[in-house]
């Protein structure tokens, strides 16, 4: 099994910032695309930003300028640093992955259970 975890969500005043981190467990040979999503409540689920397992990055054009994704290959995590946060930041977070757990299999994609992250006025 594959699990995400994601970590680093709260309460931020906007200017503030946050990092969030993801990491991946479990059965895996390889990792491709790595991204974050977030859903603000009664919206539906928006990419943010990916990042591919050569370093190539992919932002939404709300955050660019503010929001960095980055990953650590040997450890399985990616990270999306936010600055200048603004209340329609707030949402709750989501890590997605694409995982090859054999190296004879296809690529699955699994999804983290969520950070919330509050942008306050």
């Known amino acids: 099994q594959v699990q995400l975890v994601e970590s680093g969500g709260g309460l931020v005043q906007a200017g503030g910032s946050l990092r969030l981190s993801c990491v991946a467990s479990?059965?895996?040979?390889?990792?491709?695309?790595m991204a974050w999503y977030r859903q603000a409540p009664g919206k539906q689920r928006d990419l943010v930003a990916h990042?591919?397992?050569?370093?190539?990055?992919l932002y939404v054009d709300s955050v660019k300028g503010r929001i960095t994704i980055s990953r650590d290959n040997a450890k399985k995590i990616v990270y999306l640093q936010m600055n200048n946060l603004k209340p329609e930041d707030t949402a709750v977070y989501y890590c997605?992955?694409?995982?090859?757990?054999?190296?004879?299999?296809?690529?699955?994609?699994?999804w983290g259970k969520g950070t919330q992250v509050t942008v306050s006025s």
């Open positions: 479990g059965t895996i040979f390889s990792i491709n695309v």
């Open positions: 997605n992955a694409d995982v090859k757990r054999r190296s004879y299999t296809v690529s699955k994609t699994y």
């Open positions: 990042i591919t397992s050569v370093g190539t990055t």
